[in-house]
């Protein structure tokens, strides 16, 4: 790799090092983990509620292609 472009590459590192302390910062300060916990169960909640009303009709074989066409990238 070119000196520059590892430079320019060790400087963007740096920059998004940065921004992420301070979101977490951010985050952690008071209240706002345990906000941030609440709702991602509330959010997880809704989802099972939702996906439990109609797993009956769910085709169990093709559960498995489901979650992997989900999550190729």
Do not use: Y
């Amino acid at each position: 790799m070119e000196p520059e472009a590892d430079a320019t590459r060790q400087a963007l590192f740096r920059e998004a090092d940065k921004h992420c302390k301070t979101l977490s910062r951010k985050l952690s300060h008071g209240h706002g983990c345990l906000k941030g916990m609440a709702v991602a169960v509330i959010a997880l909640a809704a989802g099972a509620a939702i996906l439990s009303s109609n797993m009956e009709s769910w085709d169990w074989k093709e559960l498995p292609v489901f979650i992997s066409s989900q999550f190729s990238f």
